[in-house]
């Protein structure tokens, strides 16, 4: 079946570093792929998707490109902030049930000042 | 609302006992949806909604779950005779329609079994 596989944290960063999470997928098709991000005592909020190969979703400073060849979808932003701290999650629907959501594990994120 | 609702925000109840948890999805949203977020387990599906309809319910766990929805609404969820290992934090999505539309959370309930 489908499934997402994403690094594993946490991610610790000094305030302004450059910032990759890992995230693959397997599933058939084209799914649609998308970060999510949790912060403390919040619930999943969008963070950004792309829907076809080669599209990158923005938002926020953070981008993920998504890869057909590598089925990849890394979410990157070049200078973080403390406020980024939270949990991200990649996840993706696939095309037999596009109404279903299936996530990675997530990756904590620590920013320090 | 402005967003999705969770009621009640925290439970703790006992082993043996019944919950219900209550999702008010965003107002004109046609789907909806249940996830469960757990240690062991990570983000799952449980449960969507099209309507008062269930098209797909093979993510509860068993039959000790179920979930309706009224009036295209709100929705509630029911554990009963709850165990420890159900003990997570349940997550109520929404959204307009279900192809490449983008799912809404709740801030969850998160429920404690002793």
């Known amino acids: 079946g489908d499934s997402v596989t994403q690094m594993e944290g946490p991610v610790t960063l000094s305030e302004e570093a450059f910032l990759t999470i890992n995230c693959t997928y397997t599933a058939t098709g084209y799914p649609s792929l998308f970060w999510y991000v949790q912060y403390p005592g919040e619930g999943l909020q969008l963070l950004l998707k792309?829907?076809?190969?080669?599209d990158k979703g923005s938002n926020k400073g953070f981008e993920a490109t998504y890869r057909k060849e590598t089925t990849s979808f890394h979410l990157e932003k070049g200078s973080v902030q403390v406020s980024d701290s939270a949990v991200y999650f990649c996840a993706l629907t696939g095309m037999d049930s596009s109404y279903k959501l299936i996530f990675g594990s997530g990756t904590r994120l620590l920013v320090r000042p | 609302g402005a967003g999705v609702s969770q009621s009640p925000s925290n439970k703790v109840t006992e082993k043996g006992k019944d919950v219900e948890l209550r999702c008010d999805p965003i107002?004109?949203?046609?789907?909806l949806y249940w996830y469960r977020q757990s240690l062991g387990q990570g983000l799952e599906f449980l449960i969507y909604?099209?309507?008062?309809?269930?098209?797909?319910k093979s993510g509860l766990p068993s039959d000790r779950f179920s979930a309706e929805r009224t009036g295209g609404s709100v929705s509630t969820l029911t554990i009963q005779r709850t165990q420890q290992e159900d003990s997570a934090v349940y997550l109520c999505?929404?959204?307009?329609?279900?192809?490449?539309?983008?799912?809404?959370f709740g801030a969850g309930t998160r429920l404690s079994v002793l």
């Open positions: 792309a829907t076809k190969a080669d």
């Open positions: 107002s004109g949203h046609t789907a």
């Open positions: 999505a929404s959204s307009q329609g279900t192809v490449k539309n983008i799912q809404y």
């Open positions: 909604f099209q309507g008062n309809s269930a098209p797909d």
